[in-house]
Every structure is written in structure tokens, then in C-alpha cells.
């Protein structure tokens, strides 16, 4: 499983943008990037999953570059509620271990 | 929106004792899981489990750990004999075409 790195935390403002951007340096050829988000006391949840170019749903969007070896995860005008820690994932499609990191905390603050 | 369930959500057990988690998984789903969280640390992968038998395992399974789908619809984890340091959040999860569904958790306590 190729390793991510993501930064430990992030602070936003309410209304604000927030683009988190994690490496994997050594992805796979038919591996994914796969995004969920934790809130306190609960179970991960899903969020996004991508493999090349621009994918984007009703909750965020993921941006892969070419060289897929990063990608970021855009949440358009963060509200309170998107405190939370975002993890990035990498593997195949129908990957059936997670593999989590420490992920990237967020503060949405008003 | 369909969900996965899990009772209970909170267990507080003694050292030794047998502990058993319960879980229903989202009703079409063929995969499942079983994930652990020691407070304030990562998400840790414990076992899967398709067609009635484990598919993958951690180190952390270990012989103390045990996963049963007794019938259609329950999808259990057993422990044994319970550790202090079993004590954490121990999250089911259910995957069909795609992503995994997680479910709320149950958090344990071993005193």
C-alpha cells in the first residue's frame, strides 16, 4: 500500500474554502485515492474517491494531477460542521483493508 | 439512507471477561469489517470477512478475537478473555460496490 503524507492540521474560516493535499509518492498503477472524514466518537465516512484528473460530488471535489503522486481534496465554503479529521487513502479500487494515517485535522472556526 | 448499526454503543467489561460486539451490516453488502480505535490514535484494520469466512487479519487479531455472521443479517466480534488494552472504539463496517460503510462504534472499556 502506497504511504500518504497530509498535514496534521488545517484551520479555516467559516464560508472559507479549504484545499487539503496529500502525497503518495509511490502509487500504483491501478491504485486509488480514496478520502473519508471523521467527526469525534464516530465511524470514518466517505467522502470521495478518484484516480485521475477531477472528480467531484455533492459534498467536495478531489483534484489528481497527471503524475497522480498527490491530489487534493477541495471543500467548497467549510461550515462548522466540517470539523473533522480527513484522511487519504490509497489503494485498489475495491481495496478491502483501510489503511489509515493520522490524517488532517480541521478547525472551521466562525 | 441505509446504515450500519452496532450495540452496544458503550461496554464496560473486566479484565479476562468475554466480551461479544454486535453489528448488522447494511443489508446488501457481501464484505465486512471490523476496525479498532485507541483514543487519540489511528483507525486500525482488524479483519474482514466474505462468504463466510475471514478473507484478511492483522497482527492484532489474534487468537483472543473471533468474528461470526450467525445468521443472515448479525455480524459479531468476540473477545475472549479481555485486556486492559483492548479498551479503544471498535467500529463496524460494510462495503458493497464501493466505498465502506462504517458504523458508530462500540466503545469499550476494560477496567
Known amino acids: 500500500l502506497a504511504k500518504t503524507t497530509q498535514p496534521i492540521s488545517m484551520d479555516s474560516y467559516e464560508g472559507q474554502e479549504v484545499n487539503i493535499t496529500c502525497s503518495h509518492n509511490n502509487i500504483a498503477t491501478n491504485d486509488y485515492i480514496t478520502w473519508y472524514q471523521q467527526f469525534p466518537s464516530q465511524g470514518p465516512r466517505f467522502i470521495i474517491q478518484?484516480?485521475?484528473t477531477k472528480v467531484t460530488n455533492e459534498v467536495a471535489s478531489l483534484f489528481i494531477p497527471a503524475d497522480r503522486k498527490s491530489s487534493t481534496l477541495s471543500l467548497p465554503r467549510v461550515s462548522l460542521s466540517d470539523t473533522a479529521v480527513y484522511y487519504c487513502?490509497?489503494?485498489?479500487?475495491?481495496?478491502?483493508?483501510?489503511?489509515f494515517g493520522t490524517g488532517t485535522r480541521l478547525l472551521v472556526s466562525p | 439512507e441505509p446504515e450500519v448499526t452496532q450495540t452496544p454503543s458503550h461496554q464496560v467489561t473486566q479484565m479476562g471477561q468475554e466480551v461479544i460486539l454486535r453489528c448488522v451490516p447494511i443489508s446488501n453488502h457481501l464484505y465486512f469489517y471490523w476496525y479498532r480505535q485507541i483514543l487519540g490514535q489511528k483507525v486500525e484494520f482488524l479483519v474482514s470477512?466474505?462468504?463466510?469466512?475471514?478473507?484478511?487479519k492483522s497482527e492484532i487479531f489474534d487468537d483472543q478475537f473471533s468474528v461470526e455472521r450467525p445468521d443472515g443479517s448479525n455480524f459479531t466480534l468476540k473477545i475472549r478473555s479481555t485486556k486492559l488494552e483492548d479498551s479503544a472504539m471498535y467500529f463496524c463496517?460494510?462495503?458493497?460496490?464501493?466505498?465502506?460503510?462504517f458504523g458508530p462504534g462500540t466503545r469499550l472499556t476494560v477496567t
Open positions: 470477512f466474505y462468504n463466510n469466512e475471514i478473507s484478511e
Open positions: 463496517a460494510s462495503k458493497g460496490r464501493q466505498e465502506q460503510y
Open positions: 487513502l490509497v489503494g485498489d479500487k475495491d481495496f478491502q483493508k483501510l489503511v
Open positions: 478518484g484516480y485521475k
